[in-house]
């Protein structure tokens, strides 16, 4: 018994199936080649995006990137607060630029206010050179109060180098140390030793403090011992808990040192110290914490360190590229503050008065000036001399300070 032969096929069958395979298998190569695309190109940066509380920061992407990020900021328009604006109408040119300076006492007990010369100055750091009591920095901070409140002066910022650990201006006083905070590996302890630190601060009459450090530790740098973490991921959160604890216990806080100087050749505060590697190789290390604090943090300290990245010669503090790096790639639109410029002269081979009108020639608001009276004196002296021959130079200082009192509106200071 013979089968019966099948039908033939149906010829727009088999055309119709042979056109679905052919689809189906250019759709494979273009996801192949999609994927392949997004793998060598594709920003594996940290993404930090606000979450939770003031300040708090989420890691999307928590490994460490294998090049560098591309930045996320972008210039802004910086609009003063009205109070701001309102105060720097009100001040001679003689007091706008005081207004631009971060000084030191000679001393620590409370007659040493009378070494700050009368001057309306924008702020007074404790503790720069020598450890601090409670009680010693209660004093001082209530005198140069009083003292300013009794001139009729701008309220101060009263600042301390209160960074955790030893060598700070209260070491009796939290927070506790970077290495420790970082060692626990847990990000909400960063966020209430500041909180708990800014409290204390805030008890003692004190207003700023000069932390946190937001470099990226290098084992056996400079600055070893005193940092969060070898990993930049964890020193941008760690980082970005503490601006926030601060935030809400009312203290300004000040992190360092943009761009970074965890790599550096020797300590900035020291000696001469550079830092090398491309701008490429700092976005993939040392820019991360702070592209997470950029928009968060009321001032970032520049670095004292030069850059290989940039010219390898000028200290960032002074580098107008470093400066606009901060702003323009990064959005930062607080007060952007030298380190000690004091740090600065043997780099540059100037005296105060020229290293402090470069600095504000720069892109720094707050220049901070340690050393004795006598040095306070020359670099306000020359920016003033400065500002009086060039309307360049006063328009610099006049948008300084409505960023200067802009803060201090901000944290309550000028009512």
Known sequence: MKLPRPYPPDGDAVIRRRRLVAVAVVLAVVVAI???????????????VPSGGAGIATVLHPAPPARAPRPRGGARTFKAAPAAAAAARNLPLARQVSQLFLVTLDGSSPRSVSSLGGLDWGGVVLGSASSLSASDGAG??????????????????????????????????????????????????????????????????????????ADVDTPGGPLSGR????????????????????????????????????????DPDQMTATVGGSLGALRARDLIPFAAIAPLAPVIVMSSAAYAAFDGVTPASLLPEAIELLRRDY?????????????????????????????????????????????????????????????????????????????????????
């Open 34 to 48: 999609v994927v392949v695309l997004s793998i060598g190109s594709g920003d594996p940066s940290p993404r930090f």
């Open 140 to 213: 001082l901070a209530g005198g140069i109060t009083a003292s300013a409140r009794a001139a009729g002066h701008v309220p101060p910022l009263i600042a301390a180098t209160q960074e955790g650990g030893p060598g700070t201006a209260f070491p009796a006083l939290p927070p506790r140390s970077e290495p420790a905070i970082g060692a626990s590996g847990k990000v909400a302890l960063a966020r209430a030793q500041a909180l708990l630190a800014g409290e204390r601060l805030r008890g003692l009459g004190v207003n700023m403090t000069l932390a946190p450090l």
């Open 227 to 266: 940092l969060f973490s070898s990993d930049p991921v964890s020193v941008a959160r760690f980082s970005v808990a503490a601006v926030a604890g601060y935030a809400a216990a009312g203290v300004i806080s000040a992190p360092g040192h943009f761009p970074g100087t965890g790599s550096a050749s020797a």
């Open 331 to 415: 959005g930062f639109q607080g007060v952007a503050m030298s380190d000690d410029l004091d740090a600065s002269l043997q780099a540059t081979g100037e005296g105060p008065g020229a290293v402090a009108v470069q600095a504000l020639r720069a892109g720094d608001d707050l220049l901070y000036v340690s050393g004795p009276a006598s040095e306070h004196l020359q670099a306000y002296d020359a920016v003033l001399a400065a500002a009086g021959k060039s309307s360049t130079i006063r328009a610099l200082v006049h948008d300084a300070l409505l960023r200067v009192l802009s803060l201090k509106a901000r944290y309550g200071l000028l009512g």
